[in-house]
């Protein structure tokens, strides 16, 4: 499975009729990117619309990042990627995660232990049974993974990690974790404006929920941001280290910059553009630029 060095991370799908995310993904296949990923939350269920992106590609890789953990039991996860590996094969990337405490808690379950439940998830998804056509080679999985110790389970158990709302200096401390071999993919957002009341604004409304999330605002500690920066939507500091803004050459030189610090393949988020409607005009203003890295 080749994932390429840049690749598409999309929350806009997920809030598009099908029949829109079908023209998006022609579109982003035709502008060369190989790869594209997408979240689980409260839009479409992970591998239903796993199905849809594959079948509306002709050979891209699609990834989900992060199917829930807590949406499935584990023979429904990895059976679920069993028929999509059968189905199109070397094209899809299980990426999975143990979510955070809201999220768990709306589904009726308790959020304890996230690296022992994603432990015991993985062993009982080695040992799921299965009676449907075998594909040609077992499912790829790659872990959501922020903090240490997830980060070597990813590389223990998995093809790698997927750290998501991370700035350049953790892709470092993660490549550090995993490792020289396992795959490394941190998620980027990105904001095509250079002007930086307009561009910090909607970095700022995209941050904002994620910094009310305990493993978010505590991977940031970790990396010495303090609570002052972490508060009110993020200090000006802090939005321009996890989200790049500018011209073109500022979002690649960012990407560049992730890749430097031990990304094997980065998931730019452009975050222009209503939630959904997918941004491809400033995408296509990137295209050449990212593919080019």
């Not at 978010?216 to 609570?227: E, I, P, T």
Request: net charge negative; hydrophobic share 45%.
């Amino acid at each position: 499975m080749e994932l390429g060095r840049v690749g598409i991370w999309s929350g806009q799908l997920g809030r598009m009729p099908a029949t829109a995310v079908r023209e998006a993904i022609g579109a982003i296949e035709a502008l060369g990117f190989g790869t594209v990923w997408y979240p689980e939350s409260v839009t479409k269920e992970a591998m239903s619309q796993a199905a849809l992106l594959l079948a509306a590609s002709r050979e891209m890789v699609v990834a989900s990042g992060i199917a829930n953990i807590w949406a499935r039991d584990p023979a429904a996860m990895i059976n679920g990627a069993r028929t999509l590996a059968d189905a199109f094969p070397g094209r899809f990337l299980l990426g999975i995660g143990v979510s955070h405490a809201p999220n768990v808690a709306r589904r009726g379950h308790d959020y304890r232990r996230p690296l022992a439940a994603m432990r015991a998830y993985l062993d009982d998804m080695d040992n799921a049974p299965y009676f449907g056509p075998q594909p040609s080679g077992p499912p790829e999985i790659v872990l959501a993974a922020l903090g240490p110790r997830m980060l070597r389970l990813a590389a223990e158990r998995t093809r790698g990690a997927h750290p998501y709302f991370v700035p350049p200096e953790h892709t470092s401390f993660a490549r550090a974790e995993l490792g020289p071999d396992p795959l490394l993919a941190p998620e980027q957002a990105v904001v095509l404006s250079s002007d930086p009341v307009t561009a910090r604004g909607i970095a700022r409304d995209h941050a904002r929920g994620y910094l009310a999330l305990d493993n978010y605002r505590n991977n940031l500690g970790r990396l010495g941001w303090s609570d002052a920066d972490l508060s009110g939507g993020g200090s000006d500091a802090l939005i321009d280290a996890v989200i790049a803004w500018g011209d073109v050459a500022a979002i690649q030189a960012r990407v560049a910059a992730q890749l430097a610090a031990g990304a094997d393949h980065v998931c730019v988020q452009v975050l222009n553009g209503p939630p959904d409607q997918f941004p491809l005009a400033e995408l296509g203003r990137l295209a050449g630029a990212l593919l080019e890295l």
